[in-house]
């Protein structure tokens, strides 16, 4: 079936620790997003990529990075410089800036 | 830069009322407007959009949208809501030209009681 896959779904991790979020799609799609979705604050996004060797900041990158090597995989690295890293982040694919976003089941990180 | 207001953080209804969310936008280019709706512990899928044509959208189950170039409004209507459509509505905004980046809002919490 095509997707695209979160994981882990449940994350804990200490203070100051990096950590690294896996998102895999195999629906071909060119352009891959990450968001931080926090009660009463809609989906806000970190970073995204149109395209392979490529990505751009979002609203909200301060303390995270990211990479694309490969068109289907998207990490996303919470580092300690992410002064608020707890919450659920969430990845999604589309084809282009028409059509619709499709995304994972989400995985929710908690720093302890 | 691009965003997105959604000016109601929830709606409550009763059955069979109708309903409108209500979703503004800026952006300095053309843009393209969509409606996701996220039902609780499931992901957001996608209930319409906007490209370009007919300012006045259909999506899936029975909701419809008026694109407002002058008003820059993007409004999500139903006439007659269901206990079912109870979930949290957000409105998103891809980028004119060659930019890529899907901009959303806070999100609209849709309570429909009986």
């Known amino acids: 079936d095509g997707g695209i896959t979160q994981s882990p779904k449940y994350l804990f991790r200490k203070e100051g620790q990096n950590v690294t979020l896996s998102c895999e799609q195999n629906?071909?799609?060119?352009?891959m997003y990450w968001y931080r979705q926090d009660p009463g604050q809609g989906l806000r996004l970190i970073y995204y990529?149109?395209?392979?060797?490529?990505?751009q900041k979002g609203d909200i990158a301060e303390g995270y990075s990211v990479s694309r090597e490969k068109k289907e995989s998207f990490p996303l690295t919470v580092t300690s410089a992410q002064k608020n890293p707890t919450a659920f982040y969430l990845c999604?694919?589309?084809?282009?800036?028409?059509?619709?976003?499709?995304f994972g089941q989400g995985t929710r990180l908690t720093v302890v | 830069a691009q965003s997105v207001t959604q000016l109601d953080s929830q709606v409550p209804v009763f059955e069979e009322a109708p309903v409108e969310l209500r979703c503004n936008y800026s952006?300095?280019?053309?843009?393209?407007l969509f409606w996701y709706v996220q039902y609780p512990n499931q992901g957001l899928q996608l209930l319409l959009k906007?490209?370009?044509?007919?300012?006045l959208v259909k999506g899936i189950n029975g909701f419809e949208a008026e694109f407002n170039k002058s008003q820059t409004s993007f409004h999500l209507r139903k006439p007659s809501v269901h206990i079912s459509d109870t979930a949290e509505y957000f409105c998103?905004?891809?980028?004119?030209?060659?930019?890529?980046?899907?901009?959303f809002g806070k999100g609209t919490l849709l309570t429909v009681n009986p």
């Open positions: 999604a694919s589309s084809q282009d800036r028409t059509t619709e976003a499709f």
């Open positions: 906007y490209l370009s044509g007919s300012t």
């Open positions: 990529s149109q395209i392979v060797n490529d990505f």
């Open positions: 998103a905004v891809s980028g004119g030209g060659s930019n890529y980046k899907l901009t």
């Open positions: 629906l071909n799609h060119d352009a």
């Open positions: 952006s300095s280019v053309s843009v393209y």
